[in-house]
């Protein structure tokens, strides 16, 4: 008799994900090229691979729930959307600039098919996690007809090109408008791949029967984004920054991750076509009304030419209302108006997504600028918990030289004050901040950071600071 399977079977599987979805997340994590960084492990433009998540933070993360709206740009978000991006590129082809020994190995554990099944497991998961919140509150058609979602696109683009993301002149006017500069055109490199990986992955569904001209007008985006590669290339090497995939991913925004993560989503998930499209429309108008906004800022910051951004037309309202027809063409007649109202999900999803980023970046940016603002705050606080005998939640961290903490977002507010010892705070490619004994510094909640030990041993303490608080010492 042939001898009985120990395997478990994948009724049992999804079964013990059901129970507790948060195991499959803790088991994918553990891959080695997903552990946390080192102090050499800021930047990783020749391993497109090395991707730290901070495994050990899913101990008390719980990803079973939809996470809600208000809760998009805290801890769980920011790790979940890493973890979503990676499941996503396992199933591309990456190649690092050259061959070397730690993207071989990391290359390897990447693309495993152990690391794929895991990710197949942990995608539902996280897909619900960091986009169920899509259903909730959202305002539907009052009609699910093509003229009324032409309409609403039409009127959508007019305010895009009126009112340009606040990021882009946030940047532009920073004192250190460099570094602002730099870490705008990173967020970019964030997004714009993934989405246009996106639109060629929804080039290769079947549709030509149903929509004969579907095909090749994704073709065509995806072909213009290939074409204009040397540009795009170009432009990070002017910025003295490289385009290799993943390079800054320490510093990729939750925001910026899930803007391509969105359209990855949507184009990967075979019933979810139309709502692509909607997504994907929205990406062409966003990107085409922020394209010479965004050049000029870049130009001005870093007197960088950025000919990529001058390869995108701009579009007029018509001819926004006009990819409606295009890309939903007879599926409405032979599909019904479902097709219709999904188009308009995507579309507006896909529009939230975009101003959550724009908000985020925003408030990045200018915390980035004002650190020596937020030290000041930070000696006003410590000072008010001392002289009034105020107690709040603490956190102490003992550390030893060269342990690094991976980029990461707080879900609070808090103080960084050092007792003892040195340490480098980051929270930008283009600077480090040292930080020494008696040194103090406010961390908002949800801005990203990250730091390493200089000396033998650094002792610092995280209080939790209140809401309230904040505000008496934080101006707007």
Known sequence: MPEKSTTPTITALLDELAADPNAVLKAYAANT??????????????????????????AWLDYAPVLPEERQLLLSGLLGHRMLRNVYDAENALLPPRANDPAGVDGARFHSPENRLLGALARPVLENHLFGYLDEGREELAEPTVDAVKSLVREYSERRAAEPHAAFATAAGRKDAQSAATFLLIQTGVFLPASHSAVGRAALAETALAHPGLKSALGDIWRAWALAAPEYHAMFQGAGLTSSPAAYWQF?????????NHLLHLALAGDRLPEFLGAATHFLIDLAA??????????????????????????????AAALVDTFLGPLPERFGPGVVAAFHRGFTDAARIAGRWDRDLTEQLVWADRIEDYKTAAEGIQHKLVTEKITVDLDTFVESHEETSTTHVHDEHRLVMVESGQMHFWNNVTHRIAL??????????????????????CVYHQPIIPEEMFREFVAD
């Not at 990729?252 to 391509?260: E, M, N, V």
């Not at 394209?291 to 001819?319: C, H, K, M, N, V």
């Not at 961390?443 to 030990?453: A, D, E, F, K, Q």
């Open 33 to 58: 090229a997903f552990r946390a960084a080192t102090a050499e492990e800021l930047t990783n433009p020749d391993n497109p691979f090395r991707r730290p998540v901070r495994p050990a933070d899913l």
């Open 436 to 457: 020494s004994e008696g040194d103090k510094l406010l961390i908002p909640t949800s801005r990203l950071h990250g730091s390493v030990v200089l000396s033998g041993t």
């Open 252 to 260: 990729s925004l939750g925001t910026s991750l899930a803007r391509g």
């Open 290 to 319: 922020s394209a010479a906004p965004l050049r000029d800022a870049l130009r001005q910051s870093l007197d960088l030419r950025a000919a990529y951004f001058g390869t995108i037309e701009p579009l007029t309202p018509d001819e």
